[in-house]
Nanobody, 124 residues
Framework: QVQLVESGGGLVQAGGSLRLDCAASGRTFSSYAMGWFRQAPGKEREFVASISWNGGRTYYADSVKGRFTISRDNAKNTVYLQMNSLKPEDTAVYYC?????????????????WGQGTQVTVSS
């Protein structure tokens, strides 16, 4: 079992920044890929970003490329999502996810564990 706890969400004005943290416990963290997804009301869960086991490969949705940065600290069992130049359309619940493989899949359905989510609200 893996437990994932997100933090760092909140309310921010358009153009502002937030950093989301996801702390993992219960299983080896450093060998496995991690991802961030989001879900807005009435919409399907969508991919935001993902990172390979050692941080050597990162992937981003086109909608966040150049504004968001995913990173990880394996010594702290934590993955981060730095979000800059936030837009109202970034408003959603953001979920951290864990995949039992070294390189991340793109489909949310292939991830093995999920956090409880953290709300990000961007006001215009």
């Amino acid at each position: 079992q893996v437990q994932l706890v997100e933090s760092g969400g909140g309310l921010v004005q358009a153009g502002g920044s937030l950093r989301l943290d996801c702390a993992a416990s219960g299983r080896t963290f450093s060998s496995y890929a991690m991802g961030w997804f989001r879900q807005a009301p009435g919409k399907e869960r969508e991919f935001v970003a993902s990172i390979s086991w050692n941080g050597g490969r990162t992937y981003y949705a086109d909608s966040v490329k150049g504004r968001f940065t995913i990173s990880r600290d394996n010594a702290k069992n934590t993955v981060y999502l730095q979000m800059n130049s936030l837009k109202p359309e970034d408003t959603a619940v953001y979920y951290c996810s864990y995949y039992s493989g070294a390189y991340p899949p793109r489909s949310w359905s292939q991830y093995d564990y999920w956090g409880q989510g953290t709300q990000v609200t961007v006001s215009s």
